[in-house]
Structures are given as structure tokens and as C-alpha cells.
């Protein structure tokens, strides 16, 4: 598969290059941790569950198959590195069909872009998703129409939402072929549905609910997708390349297949549905990642040949340096020397010129995973109490098995007057008795109980 020594060295670089980063724990997100939580349910009880809906059914079920095998930090992050590897070199060969100039430093472009990086460093399904998805734009560019669609099906079974791919694919084959169209349907139905099968078999139709935060702000969002996702050399290369998509004539070549839809008005097709995915739930930069690449294909359709190399350098200075982070003792990366602060949403936001999102991200991950581990210890001389954990409390419960207290996510008036009336304090982990009034609408969390660690 890996035919050619380009692809090959692009495979590797992009696989050894995560090594290092794949030691801290699980990954910063609750959905990681989450992740790992269940497929420690699953492998011990044989009943499959959601790590949360509408569930994540072909990562659930490979990392529970791995489980009593192995599943350390390192392995399961691992896997992710080794998808991660895959669809960048799925992306190298879709330029190389579309004839795109450098289409070897585009690809390294899109290997080092912070967010798609980062996001191959831990386990979480964001790169499996993609990696199909780009699988399947490749099958579809070389007419391998029943391949497309099971490469649809599986990147489906990681994340519902990357059927809608199946839309912009038959757009550009036209309904005139409905031959291939009905082929590729027809397979991506089967394999998403036999994917959901588990999930719809223990929820019913339940399982398409999903979790919804308060909404999070327009600036959190336009970070998000701003420095969220290219980080910030690159983000002002790309603000200042936007007049070359008004001024320059497109270079690109579309096989005759795919001319129903002319390529530009695809990439735009596919880079709309995904803001419109996004802002559905517009609350990690991370939600953005399947337009990733499309946006980088769009970009290199008006830039010059000599352009490539650099982006492909700001994409990697992007990733090492001028990170972004708001100051947080229990979960935030401690800023370096030199970095800059102001004041932004009544938190302490810093610039850290010599510590990029990588760094930023690794730091993060032990940060939050010691602060876990604090509240492990301090639980340890505590009576039986209730515990209110939010964001830590799949790590929480996963490392604290031996628990003799009640852990919960969160937690409704219901639940707490049960405690009370039961005779168990009440504890929150830090900054989660606040985030409960948000999540559950009462203050209960906070007027009857007690943060567990101070600072």
C-alpha cells in the first residue's frame, strides 16, 4: 500500500515524530480518559456500553479487545499514532492524484498542523475518523467504488458524523452515475449500521442523544478555530495568503469521473458541512479536524510551487512555539519564561513564545493527571462521601478502584439531598463545584459542600 519511498519516508517521519509524546497518561480530554474507562467496563463485564453517546463503536470495541492484552498509556496511544501516520500518507497520495505541486511538503504541512498533531499523540478517535474518511476520497479519485463506501462505513464507526461525506462524494460523481453512488451507498450504509447495531441494541434509538454543554462563547469559538487549529505562525501565513484565492487562477487536475462537481465547489461543500458539524457542538477545536486537510487541498490549489516549503515550516514552528493557555494551578501547563499575560473572559491568559501547543498539551496532561492523583491521596483519609468530580472523573475512577466513596460526573438536586439526608459530606474536585451549577442549574454543590483539595 505504501508504494512509493515518498509516501513511505512521509509514513514514518509522521509516526516516529509522535514516539515521544505518547507517555502521559491517556491525553487531556474526559473523552480519552472516558475511552479508556469503558473499554475496562467492557472487557470485564462482556456488556458493551458507550463511553459516551451516541457512542464510538469500532474504538470501543478494538480498545476493549486490547485491554486485558495490554492496554497501557503507551500502546493505546500508540494506535493513534500509527492511524494518525496512515492518513497522512492517504493525504500525500490524494494530492498526488489531484497533480498538486510539493505535494510532499503540503503532506508534511498537514502532518505537523497542531491540532491533527496533537490529536495523534493520545486516544481519542478524531484521526480514525479521519483517516478513513481520507481513504475514501482516495478510493473514490481511482474509481473504487465499493471500497469508498466501506472506508465511509468504518470512518463512521468511529465518528457518527463522517457519513455526511457520503453527500459531497456522490455530488461529484453526479446522480448520472448512480451505478457507483448506489455501490458506495449501499456498502457505507451496511458497515454504519452494523457499527450502530451495538449501540442501538443496548439504547434504542437513545443512542443518538449526545452531551450539551452550555454554550461556550464567540471568542472561545473563534479561538477554537483560529489558533485552535493552525496555531499562530501559521494562522497569520494563511490570513496573508487569502488574497492569492482572488488573484491566482487555480492549478489542479480532477479525473473525469468526479467532474459533476468541480473541485473547489466541493472542498467549499465539504469545509461548510464540517463549521456547520462544529458549531452544532462548537466546544474543542478538535471537532473541526475532518476539514483539516480539504483546507489545506483548497489552499494549495492557489499557491505557488515555492510557497509549500514554508508553509510546511510554519505548520512546524506552529506546533513548537507560541502556545496559548489560561492559567490554572490543577489543569492548566505551567507558563515558561518570557511568556506573556493578559486578562481575557475574567481568566489569565498567557502567550509562551518558547512552548508551542505540543508542549503546552504535554504539560497539561501531567498537570491535570497530578492533580488526580492528589485527590486520590486526600480521599484516602476520608470518611464514605459523596464526590463530584466533572472533568476528572473518568480518570478519577479509573485510577481509584478500590474507592470507597460515591464518584460522580455530576450531580442533580436529587442526588444531593440523598447524600445529605444519608449522612455523607459532600466534596468537589477543584473548580467543579462551580461548573456544577452550570451543568445541573442548581447550587447546591457548593452551599452544602466542601472543595476536596485547596490551593
Known amino acids: 500500500m505504501l508504494n512509493s519511498f515518498k509516501g513511505l519516508a512521509l509514513?514514518?517521519?509522521?509516526?516516529?515524530?509522535?514516539?515521544?509524546?505518547?507517555?502521559?497518561?491517556?491525553?487531556?480530554?474526559?473523552?480519552?480518559?472516558?475511552?479508556?474507562l469503558n473499554a475496562r467496563i467492557i472487557s470485564e463485564t462482556g456488556v458493551y456500553e458507550v463511553s459516551r453517546l451516541p457512542g464510538h463503536p469500532l474504538q470501543e470495541i478494538l480498545l476493549s479487545l486490547l485491554y486485558p492484552i495490554n492496554h497501557s498509556y503507551f500502546l493505546y496511544n500508540f494506535l493513534s499514532a500509527l492511524i494518525t501516520a496512515l492518513a497522512v500518507w492517504a493525504f500525500y497520495e490524494i494530492?498526488?492524484?489531484?497533480?498538486?505541486?510539493?505535494?510532499w511538503y503540503w503532506a508534511l504541512s498537514f502532518n505537523f498542523i497542531p491540532v491533527f498533531f496533537i490529536a495523534g499523540t493520545y486516544t481519542i478517535d478524531y484521526n480514525f475518523a479521519l483517516?478513513?474518511?481520507?481513504?475514501?476520497?482516495?478510493?473514490?479519485?481511482?474509481?473504487?467504488?465499493?471500497l469508498a463506501g466501506l472506508f465511509i462505513g468504518l470512518a463512521t464507526g468511529f465518528r457518527i458524523s463522517s457519513l455526511g461525506f457520503a453527500l459531497p462524494f456522490a455530488l461529484m460523481l453526479g446522480w448520472r452515475n448512480w451505478r457507483p453512488i448506489l455501490r458506495m451507498g449501499i456498502v457505507a450504509a451496511l458497515i454504519s449500521a452494523t457499527a450502530y447495531s451495538l449501540p442501538f441494541s443496548e439504547y434504542g434509538l437513545a443512542f443518538l442523544d449526545f452531551h450539551k454543554p452550555p454554550f461556550p462563547g464567540w471568542a472561545s469559538v473563534l479561538y477554537k478555530?483560529?489558533?485552535?487549529?493552525?496555531?499562530?505562525?501559521?494562522?497569520?501565513?494563511?490570513?496573508?495568503?487569502?488574497?492569492?484565492?482572488?488573484?491566482?487562477?487555480?492549478?489542479?487536475?480532477?479525473?473525469?469521473h468526479l467532474q459533476a462537481l468541480n473541485l473547489h465547489s466541493f472542498l467549499i461543500l465539504v469545509i461548510a458541512m464540517q463549521l456547520a458539524v462544529f458549531m452544532r457542538l462548537p466546544f474543542k477545536a478538535e471537532f473541526f479536524i475532518p476539514a483539516v486537510p480539504f483546507i489545506l487541498l483548497f489552499w494549495a490549489t492557489y499557491t505557488k510551487e515555492s510557497k509549500a516549503r514554508w508553509i510546511a515550516y510554519m505548520s512546524l514552528f506552529s506546533l513548537l512555539f507560541f502556545g496559548f493557555d489560561y492559567k490554572d494551578e490543577w489543569r492548566g501547563a505551567r507558563p515558561t519564561v518570557g511568556s506573556i499575560e493578559f486578562e481575557a473572559g475574567g481568566k489569565t491568559i498567557y502567550c509562551s513564545p518558547l512552548q508551542g501547543p505540543l508542549l503546552i498539551d504535554q504539560g497539561k496532561r501531567k498537570v491535570r493527571s497530578q492533580t488526580v492523583e492528589r485527590s486520590i491521596l486526600a480521599l484516602q483519609d476520608e470518611a464514605p462521601a459523596l464526590v463530584i468530580a466533572g472533568w476528572y472523573w473518568p480518570e478519577l475512577v479509573f485510577k481509584y478502584r478500590e474507592s470507597q466513596?460515591?464518584?460522580?460526573h455530576y450531580s442533580?438536586?436529587?442526588?444531593?439531598?440523598?447524600?445529605?439526608?444519608?449522612?455523607?459530606?459532600?466534596?468537589?474536585?477543584?473548580?467543579?463545584?462551580?461548573?456544577?451549577?452550570?451543568?445541573?442549574?442548581?447550587?447546591k454543590a457548593e452551599e452544602w459542600g466542601e472543595a476536596l483539595l485547596e490551593p
Request: glycine fraction near 6%; charged fraction near 20%.
Open 11 to 36: 509514513f514514518i517521519v509522521a509516526l516516529v515524530c509522535r514516539l515521544p509524546f505518547l507517555w502521559a497518561g491517556y491525553g487531556k480530554e474526559f473523552d480519552a480518559w472516558s475511552n479508556a
Open 95 to 103: 494530492l498526488k492524484l489531484h497533480r498538486i505541486p510539493k505535494a
Open 131 to 146: 483517516a478513513f474518511i481520507l481513504l475514501a476520497y482516495r478510493s473514490l479519485l481511482l474509481k473504487q467504488y465499493a
Open 225 to 256: 478555530l483560529g489558533l485552535g487549529i493552525l496555531g499562530l505562525p501559521l494562522l497569520i501565513y494563511f490570513l496573508i495568503s487569502i488574497p492569492d484565492f482572488f488573484r491566482r487562477k487555480a492549478q489542479h487536475f480532477s479525473p473525469d
Open 405 to 408: 466513596h460515591i464518584i460522580e
Open 412 to 443: 442533580s438536586e436529587e442526588e444531593l439531598d440523598s447524600a445529605r439526608a444519608a449522612g455523607l459530606r459532600i466534596l468537589y474536585l477543584p473548580e467543579i463545584g462551580q461548573q456544577n451549577v452550570l451543568m445541573e442549574g442548581h447550587s
